[in-house]
């Protein structure tokens, strides 16, 4: 029998240097024992710390991309990044109701970049017009903390039809990281992690990609936020240096 491994369907952009966006995604897959099948959103300008310019793919080039995919392979999660343009950001959700008819519960996590850790805006479009589309097919969203609050806070994004939202607190103060998820019952759970040294290049698609990979796996979402929070924690504490800046997370780890 030849081995098979659940896959991953990302959408995200492409980022030079190799530390966030398709690059972080496929190794973050792959360190959970998943296969990411990577469909691209945009091209962009960068290093590890700053983007100096976007280049979104045509939404037809998108759509094939992703659909040469669907047409071949079983989709046992979705993950996106960057759309790279409210066009894109519709293609997307259009495809995951695509997948959605033969598999309802296929589930999608969405980590909203609207900028680098710099500050640089990562869309064409408005950021977070660019979004709409895709928060009422979002299974888990995961976002920052300043995006969160750019995005309207957790119970604004529960009432655009998020079914979760983890909330990390990566950007702010104190020796402990906290971490809360919301979910459109009325429930709440929290992480807290010892605050590491240093600025990281690609946490955000770290954890999101390493829950939807864990998600693809067959886990729960409870299971999957744990292992994925754990695997992220791992990753950013043995982080290392390219060049001046922010740190790249060290994702080959099981």
Not at 62 to 73: C, E, G, P, S, T
Not at 221 to 230: F, K
Not at 239 to 245: E, K, S
């Amino acid at each position: 029998m030849v081995p098979t491994l659940p896959t991953v369907l990302v959408f995200a952009g492409v980022d030079p240097s190799g530390g966030a966006g398709i690059a972080a995604d496929i190794v973050a897959i792959a360190a959970q024992g998943a296969h990411a099948l990577p469909v691209v959103t945009a091209l962009t300008v960068q290093d590890n710390d700053r983007v100096f310019g976007v280049q979104p793919v045509a939404p037809e080039l998108l759509r094939r991309q992703a659909q040469a995919l669907i047409d071949k392979m079983a989709i046992h999660a979705v993950k996106i990044g960057i759309p790279g343009s409210a066009a894109n950001a519709a293609v997307i959700a259009q495809l995951v109701g695509q997948l959605r008819q033969t598999r309802p519960d296929l589930p999608v996590v969405l980590d909203p970049v609207l900028a680098s850790g710099h500050g640089d805006v990562l869309s064409r479009d408005d950021a977070l017009l660019a979004l709409a589309p895709l928060l009422p097919v979002t299974s888990v969203i995961v976002p920052n903390g300043p995006e969160a609050q750019a995005l309207g806070g957790a119970s604004r994004l529960l009432a655009q039809g998020c079914r979760h939202v983890l909330v990390t607190g990566g950007h702010g103060a104190g020796e402990m990281v906290v971490n809360r998820c919301f979910d459109s019952v009325g429930g709440e759970r929290e992480w807290r992690w010892p605050r590491l040294p240093g600025a990281f290049h690609g946490s955000g698609c770290t954890l999101a990609s390493a829950i939807a990979a864990r998600l693809a796996l067959g886990h729960t979402l409870a299971e999957a936020l744990d292992l994925a929070q754990s695997y992220c924690h791992a990753a950013l504490s043995d982080a290392y240096a390219i060049a001046p800046g922010q740190l790249m997370p060290q994702r080959f780890i099981q």
